[in-house]
């Protein structure tokens, strides 16, 4: 049975840093991290190899988050720094059996079946 848990978010100033993490049991596919800000879209913001070799994240966030994962690739880390207030939002991990890199960079959040239950991001100004 595939189990994701986040933790780690919480509110700070803009250009503070935040560490999210999410457990996972139940899986050795990719695992992404996803983010919701207010009153919009659900967004990609990083996936990571099972082997925890590989990454990629979005534009945006480049030079200021990283993903990784720990040695036993149970745990998967979204370090954030210089955090901005467009940061803001519930962040989630995600993951869907059977898809391995490269061709979990193609999945869209609707191809996930697998979420944890998120945690929150505040960036203030």
């Known amino acids: 049975q595939v189990r994701l848990v986040e933790s780690g978010g919480g509110s700070v100033q803009a250009g503070g840093s935040l560490t999210l993490s999410c457990d996972s049991s139940?899986?050795?596919?990719?695992v992404a991290w996803f983010r919701q800000p207010p009153r919009k879209e659900r967004e990609w913001v990083a996936t990571i190899s099972p082997n925890g070799i590989a990454t990629r994240v979005t534009d945006g966030v480049k030079g200021r988050f990283t993903i990784a994962t720990d040695s036993a690739k149970s745990t998967v880390y979204l370090r954030m720094n210089s955090l901005k207030p467009e940061d803001t939002g519930m962040y989630y991990c995600a993951t869907e059996l059977g898809v391995y890199w490269p061709a979990c960079l193609r999945l869209k959040d609707s191809d996930y079946n697998y979420w944890g239950q998120g945690t929150q991001v505040t960036v203030s100004s």
């Open positions: 139940g899986t050795n596919a990719c």
